[in-house]
């Protein structure tokens, strides 16, 4: 059963990984937690076991928006799902409760603050709950990123309750101290525990040092003919400064961040989700409650503070299961400005606020784990799945590293002069000094130490660039560490020993020719490009007129699917992807219509199409 609705209101074919268990344990009667990457699908997981209990499931959301998108996508796709938050008035929100009672309705979606209100349980008391579904659930704990106080009353809410409910939870956020405490504080009973790992596989990711940055992105952005995708930039600043280059090179851009009116950055943020522009460059202020499939991708502009942080943002790419592209273009100063942020804590009202100093020596450890993302010579993927505590086998083969084509160099010579200079500098100075010193060059504020009496001084004819490419691989080897946090100095680890005795050789890929990031996406280079515009400008039109966001009447996956099977009757439309019985009579007839249109301007002979698509006789 719970297979047909997944092809009848859905229309997707098979379930991901994760998905059938959670609905079969659901169904059992067990408790649940699913702890699954963004993108995985979880909302399926309890929406499914949610139309085939008998009762109502109440699911209890954090933001107003998501709970909002979800319960739009609910009802496209005929099934009838509601939700109660401060949009409404309290005689809306009694009409909305009703309907639950009246058994009109099998969804509800609730804000935490809501559930203790008089109305909220006087409304729980008489209706019949068949699960209480906690999304986000790591807001329940102190330890997440999001810890959220609303969320501790949800136990004295499911205490209250008569009935005997199922508990199901999902998070993305898969620490040990996580998991532990969502399932004791909200108490799960002997709940199935799926975790399925922080990999998204649909996502390239990309390091990219470019001279000139803006130069770089100017280039890099043709590559995403009218796609969806965000730039994320550190700062106010920056984020005008790309936004006026964008805009004069007459690229569809809105701009996003803290300084601007809550309205203007409301409608901004609409006009994103519409599809009416294509690229937001925006301070991180954006994207908390987006929950837009069809993002492409998202470059940074500039380094983020963390690989918590980055890992987060990038991935509002690809959230429809598309390949998507995350690119970050670093640069030396990125890092002195993260530096900078951390000395300068700042409250919202711009007031200097004292940070403990184990809180600060944890924020440097952090920027140093992402600084050593960036500068990482190994399979990307294995380096930031390695960080959460994931262990990637094989290289991925979609990220820079593995793509750029690279050759093994022996630096062992080299190596051993830059350990030697740290060594003889009594361990004291930072990179650039050490660099300098190799380099021969003298430093008129550190004359005092005479470095030209060193053996070291003036040892290495390597460029400064190549020996700076050669520290930070050292680092990331473990041969050096960085001490300290604002002015960090090098240290040797015990293993250098083995390097400067020559029992250990080094070599490090280094990159001859750097590939450029797959340029274009499944969409674009499809077949039938002029149709896939021509149904995205329909698909518009259609979310214009319903106020709903474009994705939510189809993804850009089910766009794709009807440009490869281009079909002309409801029988074939309803083999599209992501179409399900109530799509195709809400939209198959008008979508049917644009694709014969273009069909016979084309002179396509679909005759030819069908029966390649059939399968051979025998
Ligand atoms: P999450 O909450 O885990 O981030 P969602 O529930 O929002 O993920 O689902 C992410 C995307 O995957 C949505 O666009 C959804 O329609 C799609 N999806 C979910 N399950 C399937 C499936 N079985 N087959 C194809 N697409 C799916």
Known sequence: MYKQILKQHFGY???????????????????FLGIMPTGAGKSICYQIPALLLEGITIVISPLISLMQDQVYNLRQLGIEATFINSTL????????????????????????????????????????????????????SQWGNDFRPEYKVIPDFINRIQQKVILSAFTATATAQVKDDIIELLKLNCPRV??????RPNLYFSVVKPKKKMAYLFDLITSFPNQSGIIYCNSRKNVQEVYDKLKGKNYSVGMYHGGLHSVERKNIQNSFIQDEIDIMIATLAFGMGIDKSNVSFVIHYNMPKDIESYYQEAGRAGRDGSEAKCILLYSAQDVSAQKWLIEHNNDEFGNPIEIAPHIKAQQYKRLNDMEN??????????????????????D?????NCNNITEQTDVTVEAQKILSCIYRMKQKFGASVVIKVLKGK??????AYKFETLTTFGISDMPEKVLDQIVKYLICENYIYKEGTRYPVLKLTTTAIDVLKGNVKITMPIVINEKRTPIIKESVSHEHPILFEQLRQLRKEIAQLNKIPPYVVFEDKALISMCQQLPQTPNQFINVFGVGTKKLESYGEQFIS?????????????????????????
């Open 442 to 447: 003298s430093i008129a504020k550190y004359a």
């Open 89 to 140: 008035t309290p005689a809306d929100i009694s009409v909305q409760l009703n309907k639950v009672i009246n058994g009109q309705c099998k969804i509800l979606y609730v804000t935490p603050e809501r559930l203790m209100t008089p109305m909220f349980i006087q409304f729980a008391a008489k209706c019949a709950i068949s699960m209480i579904t906690i999304d986000e659930a790591h807001c329940i």
């Open 13 to 31: 074919d098979t379930f991901r990984n994760g998905q059938e268990i959670a609905i079969t344990t659901i169904l059992a009667k067990q408790d």
């Open 194 to 199: 799926v975790t399925l790992g922080f990999d």
């Open 594 to 618: 644009v694709i014969i249109d273009y069909c016979q301007q084309y002179e396509l002979n679909l005759e030819d199409k069908i029966a390649e698509a059939l399968p051979m006789q025998i």
């Open 373 to 394: 993302y960036s500068n990482s010579t190994k399979c990307l993927r294995k380096v930031m799945l390695g960080y959460f505590g994931e262990i990637l086998q094989d």
């Open 396 to 400: 991925c083969n979609n990220c820079s």
